[in-house]
């Protein structure tokens, strides 16, 4: 079972990576060689903690996002001995280029669910709207304060 959950993340894995080596070389002018490697590297980590996740949830449920961010820290953070290894491989890709593929899953995902998100109707819909403005807002604000009270700006 572990087997089959592990080739169909690498699998998506690698599906996204491609769009995100696309985006990355297109989009952000980045060099082939060097989008390959920071995608390839981004996407080891993310199955790793995909993998861990998948076992560790035999114990305790938590999600998979946790497991995927706190290896790609551990791997970066000060101490870590690859720090210098990962960060420079990684800065090859582009801060954006995941997001272009996010946003192409997640239309997949509406277009095929469009019906059941029509019959929700027009007022959740609108709902919904000032939810995620709201949302994106208020986090653009806190952003705001942290970066004036650590003086980053």
Avoid: H
Avoid at 5 to 27: C, D, Q, R
Avoid at 80 to 93: E, F, L, N, R, Y
């Amino acid at each position: 079972m572990v087997r089959k959950y592990f080739v169909k993340e690498l699998g998506l894995l690698l599906a996204v990576s491609v769009i995100m080596i696309i985006t990355n070389m297109i989009g952000y002018k980045m060099p082939l060689v060097d989008s390959i490697k920071g995608v390839l590297l981004l996407s080891a980590i993310g199955l790793f903690g995909l993998t861990v996740s998948k076992f560790m949830s035999q114990f305790i449920k938590l999600p998979s996002m946790m497991y995927v961010s706190l290896t790609g820290l551990l791997l970066a953070c000060p101490i870590s001995p690859v720090k210098d290894a990962v960060i420079g491989i990684t800065s090859q890709v582009a801060f954006l280029a995941p997001t272009t593929a996010l946003g192409v899953f997640a239309g997949i995902s509406l277009g095929k669910d469009i019906k059941e998100f029509a019959k929700i109707g027009w007022k959740m819909i609108i709902i919904t709207l000032f939810v995620i403005t709201g949302t994106f807002i208020f986090s653009a604000i806190v952003a705001d304060l942290v970066l004036r009270v650590t003086g980053a700006i």
